[in-house]
């Protein structure tokens, strides 16, 4: 059986969706919004249409494993706990840089058979039941664009509620209002990749720039955590002016939610452009500072970026947790979620167990 065929077997009808006539439907999951017609798939390639219904993907993941959240990454949703994560495969976006793309772009590259065997039949109570065994504070989407599963991420994620674990996705953010609603009872953690702030710069990633701003003011209105990823590309979205903007508008939405700069390095189909410097996550950090931004993080660089993988507290400046790459060293946040120096609430959701948090590192990842 080919990876397509494997694939829509594995699917059932989905609930975000409407139907437009007898044989077409509209896929409402991500901002492409689809229509798509008997026969036909949808942008991602992973969702389509039979017979008239929506088919979604249903009872499979790509990967599995337990990771730190600071992977996600995710510095201010209970730091120092363990996130069993699953993927799927595809994704909305096309983007050349794609660090995922193995599985992100399956179904679009023309060798995307030689992912057959990746598929792993699996249900909703195993994951949460792994989640359990493996001892996760919080049951992660990730890898791949969680948006395009979204009625499958649901379904682990009522029952990873009940089992008392927290739920995040990890997302490019190219939603609806409608899929945002849809997760708003299940999810707590929102991660967005804003790429950039140039709409023909999303366009040639195969998006656009205002329904992730829209998703990423929406999600925080409904009352998720939200925390911000840009990849610095060098000659992508590096220039001061555009670094300046996304810092701007986050700081517009809430100087309280985490931007994290991460470094680039060549992959996929973008292997003309240099990896990023440390220098250069300095300066994003510096403009991030200067645009009002309370928390700024230099990612994917461990031991080269100073302070800048710590938090430190935004009122009287106290270091609250010291992190080496996903290790963290030392932590520091009361169990009502304050600074211990001068009680001021630190943003975001923290551990009421601080006692609990291993320091000294558990050899990550741990696959399932
Ligand atoms: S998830 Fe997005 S790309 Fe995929 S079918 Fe739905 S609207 Fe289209």
């Known amino acids: 059986m080919s990876l397509v065929e494997e694939l829509d077997r594995l699917t059932r009808p989905g609930d975000l969706g409407e139907k437009v006539d007898d044989s077409s439907v509209r896929c409402l999951a991500c901002a492409h919004t689809c229509l798509i017609r008997d026969g036909q798939r949808g942008v991602c390639k992973i969702r389509f249409n039979r017979d008239g219904k929506l088919q979604v993907p249903w009872g499979y993941v790509s990967s599995i494993q337990v990771d730190p959240i600071e992977k996600k990454p995710f510095y201010h949703f209970l730091a120092g706990s363990d996130a069993l994560t699953f993927g799927m495969l595809g994704c909305n976006l096309q983007c050349d840089y794609c660090q995922n793309w193995l599985t992100s772009q399956a179904l679009r590259e023309e060798d995307s058979e030689r992912l057959s065997g990746i598929i792993r039949k699996i249900s909703s109570d195993e994951i949460v039941e792994y989640g359990k065994q493996y001892g996760a504070d919080v049951v992660a989407s990730s890898y791949n664009e969680p948006l395009i599963s979204s009625e499958w991420a649901r379904d682990i994620f009522i029952k990873a509620g009940q089992a008392g674990l927290k739920q995040v996705y990890v997302s490019n953010g190219f939603a609806t209002p409608d899929v945002l609603d849809y997760l708003k009872p299940v999810i707590q953690g929102f991660k967005v990749d804003l790429k950039t702030m140039q709409d023909d710069h999303y366009r040639d990633l195969g998006g656009r720039l205002q329904p992730v701003l829209d998703s990423i003011q929406y999600a925080h209105q409904l009352g998720l955590w939200v925390e911000i990823v840009t990849l610095i590309v060098p000659g992508f979205n590096d220039s001061p002016g555009e670094l300046a903007d996304i810092a701007g508008f986050i700081q517009s939405v809430s100087p309280h939610i985490p931007w994290h700069v991460t470094a680039f390095r060549p992959d996929y189909k973008m292997m003309d452009k240099p990896r990023t410097s440390a220098a250069q996550l300095l300066t994003a950090v510096d403009i991030g500072k200067k ?78």
């Open 291 to 368: 645009q009002g931004l309370n928390y700024i993080y230099a990612g994917n660089m461990p031991g080269s970026v100073g302070k800048y993988e710590n938090t430190i507290c935004h009122n009287c400046q106290s270091s609250l947790i010291d992190r080496r790459g996903y290790l963290i060293l030392k932590y520091r946040i009361t169990a009502e979620g304050t600074c211990p120096d001068c009680e001021t609430r630190i943003p975001g959701v923290w551990t009421e167990h601080p006692e609990r948090i291993h320091t000294a590192g558990p050899g990550f990842p741990r696959v399932i």
